[in-house]
Nanobody, 123 residues
Framework: QVQPVESGGGLVQPGGSLRLSCAAS????????MAWFRQAPGKEREFVSS????????YYADSVKGRVSISRDNAKNTVYLQMNSLKPEDTAVYYC????????????????WGQGTQVTVSS
């Protein structure tokens, strides 16, 4: 069992930056693929980025590629999502997820989810 907990969301102006954090408990944290999804009101939850520590693989959705970077802090069992050049369409609740599966784009493959953190991009 792993329990991801997100933080770092908030209000930011278009073109601004935010760094989201996902802290996850568990003695085998490094075995999990960690991912970020987001969900806007009335929309389906969509993939943003993922990071497999074991394989060293990172993936990004086309909508955020070049503006987002995923990273980790092993000492804190924490995964970060650095978001730059934010756009109003990035407004959503951002969720952290964990899975033992190498699948990094399908939400159905992730077993553990955080409660989400709100990101609002507005002037």
């Amino acid at each position: 069992q792993v329990q991801p907990v997100e933080s770092g969301g908030g209000l930011v102006q278009p073109g601004g930056s935010l760094r989201l954090s996902c802290a996850a408990s568990g003695r085998r944290f490094s075995s999990y693929t960690m991912a970020w999804f987001r969900q806007a009101p009335g929309k389906e939850r969509e993939f943003v980025s993922s990071f497999s520590w074991r394989g060293g693989n990172t993936y990004y959705a086309d909508s955020v590629k070049g503006r987002v970077s995923i990273s980790r802090d092993n000492a804190k069992n924490t995964v970060y999502l650095q978001m730059n050049s934010l756009k109003p369409e990035d407004t959503a609740v951002y969720y952290c997820a964990a899975s033992l599966s190498p699948n990094s784009v399908e939400k159905e493959s992730y077993e553990y989810w955080g409660q989400g953190t709100q990101v609002t991009v507005s002037s």
